[in-house]
């Protein structure tokens, strides 16, 4: 039995972490939970990889897309991209567990997820939107008003039990967007808080939106040291 209270969520920061391996371990932690398991928020930072979803096309991977690994995942969605200078928070939680806020339903948490984001990105002075149908956050206005600046995927299993996340990008090289079709959308722009004019620390927005989700969801929290480079489960 845990030291926690099983509504106490932990936070992990896994540092600069490769993805097949992270991956594997959600599915571990997953497979291994009791109703006694903790919640989780992990928050890492992959080097350069697409990843796909469950029913994901692989036409959607375009000229130039081979010079970066692939890899197919269980999540919903269609194919993304991972890398540097974006935060990925991966949310491996109960959503039947009586909570604060109470049960909640994936629709309402996804939606949570995404307020999470708009909340951070409004801390910064960036006014983010969804659009209906497409997953994510899109930027609202300004120059490059419908670029994505966020992406959401996610598994649910029957049980309840969640894994996969989010990712918002911060300062990246956005070229490898290029040569996808960001989320199954040709020609949808990409940016990061940095092409619209925000230079922020990516251990600051990964801080600030672990703790704008936690707050939405209604879980306290604990958290582990940070590490600066890649830190299993």
């Known amino acids: ?20 391996p992270t991956f594997a371990a959600m599915r571990a932690f997953t497979d291994a939970r009791t109703a006694d398991t903790r919640d989780e928020l992990w928050i890492v930072e992959h ?8 029913g994901a096309d692989r036409g959607h991977l375009l000229a130039g897309a081979n010079a970066i690994p692939c890899v197919q995942t269980d ?13 990925v928070i991966y949310l491996l939680m109960d959503l039947r567990r009586n909570k604060p806020g109470g049960k909640l339903y994936a629709r309402q948490f996804v939606h949570k997820i995404e307020q999470a984001i708009i909340n951070v990105l409004a801390a910064y002075n960036l006014v983010g939107e969804r659009v209906e149908g497409a997953p994510g956050i899109y930027m609202a ?5 419908g670029a994505k600046i966020a992406a959401l995927g996610l598994k649910v299993r029957g049980n309840g ?4 996340g989010l990712s918002l990008n911060v300062a990246m090289d956005l070229v490898p967007f290029s040569w996808i079709n960001p989320c199954g959308y040709a020609g949808l722009e990409t940016v990061d808080m940095r092409t619209v004019g925000v230079e922020a620390p990516l251990a600051g927005v990964q801080q600030a939106l672990a703790e704008e989700l936690t707050q939405l969801l209604a879980v306290p ?5 940070p590490s600066s480079e890649g830190q299993q489960p």
Do not use: W
């Open 161 to 164: 039990c969640t894994y996969h």
């Open 75 to 87: 999540r919903g969605g269609e194919v993304t991209y991972h890398g540097p200078g974006q935060v």
């Open 221 to 225: 929290v604990s958290t582990n040291q």
């Open 47 to 54: 080097p350069p990889v697409y990843t796909l979803g469950l």
């Open 1 to 20: 039995m845990s030291d926690f209270p099983t509504e106490t969520a932990l936070i992990r920061h896994l540092g600069k972490a490769e993805y097949e």
């Open 141 to 145: 206005g300004g120059p490059k008003k």
